[in-house]
């Protein structure tokens, strides 16, 4: 790493990271603080290549919402909707089926699947979906259901525990979960952005039950609304925390806030 181009006050951090050492959250506001990217990216660099080399991948993938009818109303959303509202929808299994078979035509390896906590989709629903898709192609990744659809469809639909909940999702096809739902961890925030959604304990314990299980999934957080720098920091201090533990996320998802046609958009 090229030190002169690194500022005074990110050079103890750029050392750190050269040197293996963990950075600790008042380095992390630090690197938030910071406009010169280019020497964020070349202290990130150094991590890269030490993790991946001079790789890249990505996955071709379709991504699918099966639906938006969601028991929720989360305030930073403009994705949900009532089954009355006149842009709610819900697509069938068979629909669902065509449009991941064109797919895979074009050469897709995975689909990517969320929707709303819908209020009257049965669980042989949702497994037939996974089992018809898994008769496509056995090889298709299945990446499907965040957080908080799996706690919906554990205490609302299968009316299991989680952990069993997961077993016969997997058993039906489920080859990973998606990291959706994080949003922002602090309480506070979320009260004001996602009020009656899980906690950051719930989802946490979501994906730790899952990669006990031997699973994989992603983590994502929500930026760009009333949180604070701070806030960031403390989110990511607890998705590191639990990768410390399991070792299961595969990637980290930064979300930006999109504020219009929500009940947030006053925020800029």
């Known amino acids: 790493m090229n ?16 040197a293996r050492q963990r950075i600790s959250e008042a380095d992390a506001l630090t690197l938030y603080r910071s406009n010169d990217l280019n020497a964020l990216g070349m ?8 993790k991946n080399g001079n790789y890249a991948t990505y996955i071709h993938n379709r991504y699918i919402n099966y639906s938006n009818i969601c028991v929720l109303s989360c305030q930073f959303c403009a994705f949900a909707a009532k089954k009355r509202d006149a842009h709610a929808f819900e697509y069938a299994i068979d629909e669902i089926i065509r449009v991941v078979r064109e797919a895979l035509r074009l050469g897709i390896t995975e689909v990517h699947m ?30 499907a259901f965040t957080a908080i659809e799996i706690r919906h469809l554990a205490q609302r639909i299968f009316r299991m525990p989680i952990r069993d909940t997961l077993e016969i999702l997997r058993v039906a096809g489920l080859g990973s ?3 959706g739902g994080a949003e922002i961890f602090d309480p506070v925030v979320r009260d004001t952005i996602c009020r009656g959604k899980e906690t950051a304990a719930e989802w946490l314990d979501v994906h730790r039950t899952w990669h006990r299980m ?37 990637g980290f998802v930064p979300f930006a806030f999109e504020p219009q046609t929500t009940v947030l958009s006053h925020i800029k």
Not at 117 to 142: C, G, M, S, V
């Open 114 to 143: 969320v929707g709303g906590l819908h209020p009257t989709l049965k669980k042989d629903w949702y497994l037939a979906l996974l089992r018809e898709l898994r008769a496509l192609d056995p090889d298709l990744h299945i990446k």
């Open 177 to 179: 979960i998606t990291g």
């Open 214 to 250: 031997g699973g994989r999934s992603t983590c994502t957080m929500l930026y760009g609304h009333i949180e604070t720098l701070a806030h960031r920091v403390d989110h990511l201090r607890q998705l590191r925390e639990l990768q410390d533990e399991t070792g299961g996320f595969t």
């Open 43 to 50: 202290i990130a660099n150094v991590v890269r290549e030490r």
């Open 3 to 18: 030190y002169l181009l690194i500022p005074k006050e990110l050079r103890p951090i750029a050392e750190k990271v050269e």
